[in-house]
């Protein structure tokens, strides 16, 4: 029960890094400084690697705390927290409900941040159509596209 009690612990702070880092990513897609955004990604993306080479090793820390209380196979932390014996029953609930509400905010903060990158994409978008004129405004069933009539543009080049 330590060793899932601790792989738990370090799954804990893995999730709380990942919503920091989210977070960090959030200000940096507000802030409109996208020099940053690639640094951010990446952070996120080693964490959640992190992230899964953990929950292999809590696996099978769940698998062999399962078997020295006689439960079957792959339980779940509800199953192991009603099996155990205090005080190991109370503190596995309370890692379950701290993973219940981390991936409530890890969810949370995805979601802001891919509202933030489609506002960021149809920003620049639309600023570049102002700029270069009309472009595609959709496609037929059959994938052609649908370009709509060409709008003269003003562009200072001496910029």
């Given at each position: 029960?330590?060793?899932?009690?601790?792989?738990?612990?370090?799954?804990?702070?893995?999730?709380?890094?990942?919503s920091?880092?989210?977070?960090?990513?959030?200000?940096?897609?507000?802030?409109?400084?996208?020099?940053?955004?690639?640094?951010?990604?990446?952070?996120?993306?080693?964490?959640l690697?992190?992230?899964?080479?953990?929950?292999?090793l809590?696996?099978?820390?769940?698998?062999?705390?399962?078997?020295?209380?006689?439960?079957?196979?792959?339980?779940?932390?509800?199953?192991?927290?009603?099996?155990?014996?205090?005080?190991?029953?109370?503190?596995?609930?309370?890692h379950?409900?701290?993973?219940?509400?981390?991936?409530?905010?890890?969810?949370?903060?995805?979601?802001?941040n891919?509202?933030?990158?489609?506002?960021?994409f149809r920003?620049?978008?639309?600023?570049?159509?102002?700029?270069?004129?009309?472009?595609?405004?959709?496609?037929?069933?059959?994938?052609?596209?649908?370009?709509?009539?060409?709008?003269?543009?003003?562009?200072?080049?001496?910029?």
């Amino acid at each position: 029960m330590e060793k899932l009690s601790l792989i738990l612990w370090r799954e804990r702070e893995l999730l709380e890094l990942l919503s920091y880092k989210l977070e960090v990513e959030r200000l940096v897609l507000a802030s409109g400084r996208t020099r940053w955004l690639i640094n951010a990604t990446r952070e996120i993306e080693d964490i959640l690697a992190t992230i899964r080479e953990t929950e292999v090793l809590r696996s099978v820390a769940a698998d062999e705390a399962a078997a020295e209380l006689g439960l079957s196979h792959d339980p779940s932390l509800a199953a192991l927290a009603a099996a155990a014996p205090d005080p190991w029953g109370s503190l596995l609930l309370e890692h379950r409900d701290a993973f219940v509400a981390a991936a409530r905010e890890i969810a949370q903060l995805s979601e802001d941040n891919q509202g933030l990158l489609t506002a960021g994409f149809r920003s620049a978008r639309a600023t570049l159509l102002g700029i270069v004129g009309s472009g595609p405004e959709g496609y037929t069933p059959d994938g052609a596209a649908v370009v709509g009539t060409a709008r003269p543009g003003l562009v200072d080049r001496a910029l």
